[in-house]
């Protein structure tokens, strides 16, 4: 029963990259080789999710790993700041992973000088790792190196982790994003 139900879970996130390559203007066969491609990061939602422009498409992303404080919390603007300052304008790989809610893809994103922007944010105290998905263990020391040092985020007392907050906003029946 388990392998049948990871199989349905699955084929929704397959359908989703198959038309994002289709749309991106990649050939079938290399659909199931590698999503890896560059693209122009046009705007950003928030600190972890990137409008990207391929082949005159336009698509949402979230940076796989990462979760960055949302808008209205504390260290929000300053995440979608030092975003913005790493991508904003900027061509960038992307690999892609999968599919998000609403078809929003998830994937690494690469700049061009080889840095990975989750570890940059992660890095600099603006994102906290995702908790609950695999993620490489760099990540996380990363992050506790961030802690030590106190930086972004982590120079607050008691930082609020952004999946809690978005609870806390929605047991409230707060809109979660501004």
Do not use: C
């Not at 999710?49 to 960055?68: H, P, S």
């Not at 030590?148 to 907050?165: F, K």
């Amino acid at each position: 029963m388990k392998e049948t139900v990871q199989a349905r879970e699955r084929t929704p996130v397959l359908g989703v990259v198959v038309l994002m390559a289709l749309a991106l203007g990649y050939p079938q066969e290399s659909v199931a080789d590698s999503m890896t491609f560059t693209g122009i990061v046009i705007g950003l939602e928030d600190g972890d999710t990137l409008r990207v422009l391929r082949n005159k498409a336009r698509f949402t992303m979230n940076v796989a790993a990462v979760d960055a404080s949302e808008l209205d919390q504390p260290y929000g603007r300053e995440a979608k700041r030092a975003a913005a300052a790493l991508v904003k304008n900027r061509v960038v790989t992307i690999r892609v992973f999968g599919a998000a809610r609403q078809g929003q893809v998830i994937g690494e994103v690469w700049l061009k000088d080889k840095r990975n922007l989750a570890r940059e944010l992660v890095k600099g105290g603006m994102a906290w790792v995702k908790r609950g998905v695999i993620v490489e263990s760099d990540l996380n020391v990363i992050e506790a190196d961030a802690r030590a040092s106190r930086r972004g985020l982590w120079a607050d007392q008691n930082p609020v982790p952004p999946w809690e907050w978005r609870q806390g906003q929605r047991s409230r029946g707060v809109s979660a994003t501004p």
